[in-house]
């Protein structure tokens, strides 16, 4: 029996093969390793920072992205794997979800991939959870809000990350080196930075790209409001602008009654069919290949009630490994409901039911450590 207190040293090695070197910044470098065992790729951020008068206080600051990182899950934020600290030495290591993608501001969509309007939407999703979590991000610019290959928004570097408390609502400084013409009458008169800042940035941030691009956002009316100078005049919360946003997606959507029955009860049962992932949570995000799937699913199921492999219908949606029910419970014509639906809706509606059905499986736990093979 292992006494409670006790104490647990692992000692076991890990090795990972250097790719090659992901950039330098100020207070550290960032390489991206493969790992022998798992042959997955992932950015490893060495602390080691440039200017040897603030070791000290940059040390400090990289424990506490470690801190912040380790508490966050959301599909649209970089996700931590383990870190390695060096207290003697005043250096340490994060080691990453590795983001093979570009810069924000260098995305142009495509007729098959994303719009602006997700882009736009993953983003205050992100930041709306952030909020939620009392975490202020502090260093937003188009570097540190990427898009993955599979155009997924992933916001980045916590260097500056700062968790709130009941006694420091704001994060003081800030520190930008993107062009932003004025500051928020907060930080101007007040030297504050709090929520309501970021959401100023991110207004800025997206009405630099559209300025950059002329392109005629749908949303631009949000955006004007999230950049106004004086907060009085300017969102509260994510959470509103994020309200706004569905407001506005929902009024064109038109979904009929009967339309949204079809989905409820399919992504009902989708989502409690999963147990968990294994490792990592990967959507396919591709509707002609999730379609040609569901297409199989159906025709082996077609002289049955319910569907029989349900990892066979799972697979339509996730890539990688999971755990889920093997109870044989979703009706066969609950599937033929939705890939008829599915099928029957332009690009545009078959991208918002998609993009619902995966923000509902990504709320499902990823279990890292799998290996029944432990100590206890």
């Known amino acids: 029996m292992i006494a409670p207190g006790s104490i647990i040293q692992f000692d076991v090695k890990k090795q990972f093969k250097h790719i090659k070197s992901l950039g330098e910044g100020g207070t550290g470098d960032t390489h991206l390793f493969e790992d022998d065992t798992t042959n997955m ?3 490893f951020k060495k602390y080691a920072p440039k200017d040897s008068n603030y070791i000290e206080e940059h040390y400090h600051r990289f424990v506490d992205e470690i801190k912040i990182l380790f508490n966050l899950s959301h599909p649209n934020i ?3 794997y383990n870190y390695y600290l060096y207290p003697e030495y005043k250096t340490g290591y994060l080691q990453m979800e590795f983001i093979d993608g570009i810069s924000i501001a260098d995305f142009q969509p495509n007729s098959w991939g994303k719009t602006w309007v997700t882009i736009f939407t993953e983003t205050i999703s992100a930041f709306e959870y952030l909020e939620a979590k009392g975490i202020l991000h502090r260093d937003i610019r188009p570097a540190n809000i990427m898009i993955d ?6 916001v980045i570097d916590f260097g500056f990350g700062k968790k709130l408390d009941n006694k420091d609502q704001d994060g003081k400084s800030v520190l930008l080196n993107w062009p932003v013409t004025q500051l928020p009458i907060e930080i101007t008169t007040k030297g504050t930075y709090n929520h309501s800042t970021e959401i100023y940035f991110i207004g800025k941030l997206f009405g ?4 950059e691009n002329t392109e005629d956002f749908k949303f631009k009316y949000i955006i004007d409001k999230m950049s106004q100078l004086d907060p009085k005049n300017r969102y509260t919360s994510f959470c509103e602008v994020s309200i706004d946003i569905s407001r506005g997606i929902l ?5 009929t009654d009967r339309q949204k029955v079809i989905y409820r009860e399919f992504a009902t049962n989708l989502y409690t069919h999963i147990y968990k992932y294994i490792e990592r949570y990967e959507p396919i995000n591709d509707i002609n ?4 799937k569901l297409a199989v699913v159906i025709r082996k199921s077609s002289l049955e009630n319910s569907i029989q492999n349900n990892s066979q219908l799972i697979d339509c949606f996730i890539n990688g490994y999971y755990t889920y029910s093997t109870n044989t419970d979703i009706k066969v014509s609950t599937v033929v409901d939705f890939y008829e639906l599915l099928r029957s809706l332009p690009s545009l509606k078959q991208k918002i039911v998609l993009d619902n059905i995966y923000t509902r499986l990504a709320k499902i736990k990823v279990d890292v450590n799998s290996d029944d093979d432990l100590p206890f």
Do not use: G, P, Q, Y
């Not at 630099?208 to 300025?211: A, E, K, L, R, S």
């Open 41 to 43: 790729l992932f950015a």
């Open 78 to 80: 970089v996700r931590v």
């Open 149 to 154: 290959k599979n155009e997924n928004v992933k």
């Open 208 to 211: 630099h790209i559209f300025n």
């Open 251 to 255: 009024s064109e959507l038109d979904f």
């Open 289 to 292: 290949v999730t379609l040609n």
